[in-house]
């Protein structure tokens, strides 16, 4: 590890999604994905042009917003790429010296260093530019005792209930063929982080299509962003679905950590989200494959939970469907075990089923 960070990260601070119904997004949020409503921003404090909802959920913290005028830049993005991820707001002790360190280094700055106040104390932001649309915030909250940012007020809502989402374990940036190394590039020498893993086609490919994909981590192993891009195939591959639908880069999936899986997936399954599905016999062969683990591997059968091993420990994930009519973003649920992986034996079962879908949407 580096002696000398230039970025100490916190974590990550929120994720915002730009959507087209800000309001109908957070009843979906809540009541599909156990998410509490605590803050929000619109009309009735005093914002013109647009709403946001701030939705929590452990230490998960997801903020939804849309425009409330026409000719609006979030109207816009949402007209171009649909729902999705616009902004990966990190927390930071300093906002200014992040941004200087990084805009030192070759970052394009959106938003300088602003400071936002209220009675509750300040909040300060700044925004470099990420791949297509995307954009990375960093965010300061060590003056701030509010309920999220200045402009928000509180929410009385209970919410549904949570289903044990309990933190942002990674975020997934899906690029164009033969940009995945220029990403990588940037988040070493622009962020100062470091190649965790690095996949080829090899590794991640099907009779049909393929990927390739690097992980790039912080210093502390906080935040970790993998990065794919296709790869030639016989036909087009998930990640060319996404870039064809969401028009060009950005975020393909969110992946958030739980304590109990089976509970979780249980919990989302009653509220009806739909999972992937692996072929039945993904589970044929699968305790020869892992060897012991605590769960019941009937239980994971039954609800479709997949498992990787490496070599220090296995971990048990699943993912949902894409969350919006465009096949775009979807949610990864995960539970480590000692493993600091992705789960890289799964990708191939799981794009055959990928396939599948993509077959019945008639994009493969
Ligand atoms: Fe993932």
């Given at each position: 590890m580096s002696a000398a960070d230039f970025l100490p990260l916190r974590g990550y601070d929120h994720v915002e999604f730009y959507v087209g119904n800000a309001k109908q997004a957070a009843h979906f949020y809540d009541k599909?994905?156990?998410?509490?409503?605590?803050a929000k921003m619109g009309l009735e404090t005093g914002c013109r042009d647009r709403a946001s909802y701030v939705m929590q959920q452990g230490n998960v913290r997801f903020v939804l917003t849309s425009a409330l005028?026409?000719?609006?830049e979030i109207a816009r993005h949402c007209a171009l790429?649909?729902?999705?991820?616009?902004v990966i707001a990190l927390e930071v002790a300093d906002v200014e010296a992040a941004l200087r360190e990084v805009k030192a280094r070759g970052a394009t700055v959106v938003q300088p260093t602003q400071a936002w106040e209220d009675q509750h104390g300040v909040l300060k932001t700044g925004v470099i530019r990420y791949a297509g649309d995307t954009v990375f915030k960093f965010v300061e909250r060590r003056g701030y005792r509010g309920?999220?940012?200045?402009?928000y007020q509180p929410l009385a809502a209970q919410g549904r209930g949570g289903v044990g989402l309990a933190a942002i374990d990674h975020i997934v940036t899906n690029v164009h063929l033969g940009e995945m190394n220029y990403w990588s590039h940037w988040y070493e020498q622009v962020l100062g982080f470091s190649q965790l893993k690095h996949f080829t086609d090899a590794d991640i490919s099907t009779e049909y299509s393929a990927l390739m994909s690097k992980v790039m981590e912080n210093g502390s192993g906080k935040c970790k962003f993998p990065i794919n891009e296709p790869a030639e195939g016989r036909k087009k591959s998930q990640i060319d679905e996404y870039l064809e639908w969401y028009q060009g880069p950005g975020v393909q999936h969110v992946a958030l950590a739980v304590k109990d899986i089976c509970a979780t997936v249980r919990a989302l399954r009653e509220r009806e989200i739909d999972f992937l599905r692996v072929p039945a016999t993904y589970y044929e062969d699968l305790r020869d494959r892992i060897?012991?683990?605590?769960?019941d591997f009937d239980e994971l059968r039954e609800l479709g939970i997949l498992v990787d091993r490496d070599e220090d420990g296995y971990l048990l994930q699943i993912f949902t469907q894409p969350v919006q009519d465009r096949p775009t973003l979807f949610f990864e649920v995960i539970e480590r075990?000692?493993?600091?992986?992705?789960g890289v034996g799964n990708f191939k079962a799981l794009f055959v089923s990928l396939e599948r879908e993509q077959a019945r949407r008639g994009n493969l």
């Open positions: 599909a994905l156990g998410f509490k409503p605590v005028t026409p000719d609006h790429h649909g729902d999705g991820v616009k309920v999220f940012a200045p402009g060897g012991r683990i605590d769960e075990h000692g493993s600091r992986g992705f």
